[in-house]
């Protein structure tokens, strides 16, 4: 039996928060070097490999460099919200993960508990609130610069973030509809034993499949990651909300984008892929605690992958391709799939559907998805109206004389 946080004495607690909150921070410190170290393989050139083995201690030169580095402040900028905005990021990312379980229930010292920091009745809503506050770090960057491109890396950051957290949400919404609870205890829980076909993991990325892709792409876009980092979009904008830091205040924006990736892919592992659940080669205990550490950090490790590999793949979208994509394309899937999910459940409620029947219905929704997204009107040009002005050639008149006329007649 798990005792709930009232049963437990301090020494447990003390264990759950910093074994939960130094995996992420732990886990950002070794992105900081991976990521550098895959892209360089990727683009045939050296990551880092100067400072330890392999380069692994890069990290930590960049972070004493980042304290000792002088802060810099502009004179122009609002000072108590331009100091305030790196904290909200890091914070925001920090006290999502609080309810995210990284292992199966652990037996120690005569308690049974897992590596959680809390098990919120509404743990869903709380990852979806507290995700959604790091836009204002953002936004307090840009408007606090007083500065023309902060202010619009700020302006983008908040209007990516409404459309892509509606996707994200609905995409959510058929998890705790289909798990029938917002407890992300009990939504782990449901995705154990066998799945819709015997000898499946009972992971509702299978049942779920439309809403594991919207949450998928809309977890880039809220991490701020490529090919969705519009708002520090170096070609257009400098640096985006952060042209105006230095020091560790930019730094700070640095290890909340890094540690955004990773909660990112926590949360993705929690809703759609059973969490800390894996096999346990028949092990009991703590041992079997511990085995379901190994697989969440695992099927972590692969979403961060993903992230990396899509940096060093992808070039940066358009941006009024970026806003159409959510507003146009995942929101629609997301609702669609959250009403299809809400049948499901409603008839699995009132008389029950056999597994056949299930698969067949999200099949053929599927399919209803698919033909709308490529069946679409044939629009008659996307471009902005200055490029199609260049395609529209006035003819000469006969009697205007040519720039290359009355240079000859002058020369």
Known sequence: MIETSQDLPLWAHLIRVLAVFLFFLVGTALLTWGERRILGRMQSRLGPNRVGPLGIGQFLVDAIKMLFKEDVTPGMVNRPLFRLAPLIGVVAALTSVAVIPISQPLEIGGYTFPLQVADLGVGVLWVLAIGSIHVYGLFLAGWSSTSPYPLIGGVRSSAQMISYEIAQGLAVASVFIYAGSLRVSDIVNAQAGDGLIPGMPGWFVVPLFPAFVVFMVGMVAEAGRTPFDLAEAEGELVGGFVTEYSSMRFGLFMIAEFMGAITQSAIMVTLFFGGPSG?????????????????FSLKTLFFVFFFILLRGALPRYRYDRLMALGW????????????????????AEQGGVAPQVRIALGAGAVAIIAVLLLVRPKEEDERPPSDRSRDVSTPESPTTPTASSTTGRNG
Do not use: D, N, R, S
Request: charged residues 5%; proline residues 5%.
């Open 279 to 295: 096999p346990t080669f028949g092990l009991e205990g703590t041992a079997a605690g511990l085995l379901g550490f190994v697989w």
């Open 328 to 347: 146009k394309v995942l929101i629609p899937i997301a609702l669609l799939w959250t009403m299809v999910t809400a049948v499901f459940v409603l008839l």
